[in-house]
């Protein structure tokens, strides 16, 4: 079936610790991949995307490549902060319009 | 600019009854989604717009759950005979839609709904 599956969280980090949050997906055909945050208080939005396989998508010092051949979108941060706090929710789409995201993964980011 | 606008932000009502929410796309924006959020649940897909095709309604969960687009813009996502299992964030989305289907989600800050 069509699945985006990440890992459970919550993850706590101390801040300037090294971030992944795993993400992989089951989808026919060549799907765009999506990160999107949510921060505490606010709406869903977007972190970043890549849209076929070997992109990287990058945005405010996170990373995700897109790995056909593991099927994985894990999204990366060399050094996360306290302001990263959020949840993290992995997306695919798959040429039509309908979105699936998977169940997010919250992030504690300790001072 | 203004962004994707739901309204109530929260609403609280009886077993039962039924409610309606709103959302206010962002102007010219022709895609417009509805997702809900349960407590540590990811987001489950409802219902998808796209300008004048006829609706996605593949993730309504029953036939209490509809919605509608009036005149390509506001949508109103009417759930009839309120259960408790209803309560849950539902989130309103809109994107550029067809002319660029890897253009985002910019989602709304939802509404919550408690059904007691």
């Known amino acids: 079936g069509n699945s985006v599956t990440q890992m459970e969280g919550p993850v706590t980090l101390s801040e300037e610790a090294f971030l992944t949050i795993n993400c992989t997906y089951t989808?026919?055909?060549?799907?765009?991949l999506f990160w999107y945050v949510q921060y505490p208080g606010e709406g869903l939005q977007l972190l970043l995307k890549?849209?076929?396989?070997?992109d990287k998508g990058s945005n405010k010092g996170f990373e995700a490549t897109y790995r056909k051949e593991t099927t994985s979108f894990h999204l990366e941060k060399g050094s996360v902060q306290v302001s990263d706090s959020a949840v993290y929710f992995c997306a695919r789409n798959t040429g039509g319009f309908k979105t699936i995201f998977g169940a997010g993964t919250r992030l504690f980011v300790k001072a | 600019g203004a962004g994707v606008s739901q309204s109530p932000s929260n609403k609280v009502t009886e077993k039962g009854k039924d409610v309606e929410l709103r959302c206010d796309p962002i102007s010219g924006h022709t895609a417009l989604y509805w997702y809900r959020q349960s407590l540590g649940q990811g987001l489950e897909f409802l219902i998808y717009?796209?300008?004048?095709?006829?609706?996605?309604k593949s993730g309504l969960p029953s036939d209490r759950f509809s919605a509608e687009r009036t005149g390509g813009s506001v949508s109103t996502l009417t759930i009839q005979r309120t259960q408790q299992e209803d309560s849950a964030v539902y989130l309103c989305?809109?994107?550029?839609?067809?002319?660029?289907?890897?253009?985002?989600?910019?989602f709304g800050n939802g509404t919550r709904l408690t059904v007691t």
């Open positions: 717009f796209q300008g004048n095709s006829a609706p996605d």
């Open positions: 989305a809109s994107s550029l839609g067809q002319s660029s289907y890897n253009s985002p989600l910019h």
């Open positions: 989808a026919t055909g060549y799907p765009s």
């Open positions: 890549a849209t076929k396989a070997d």
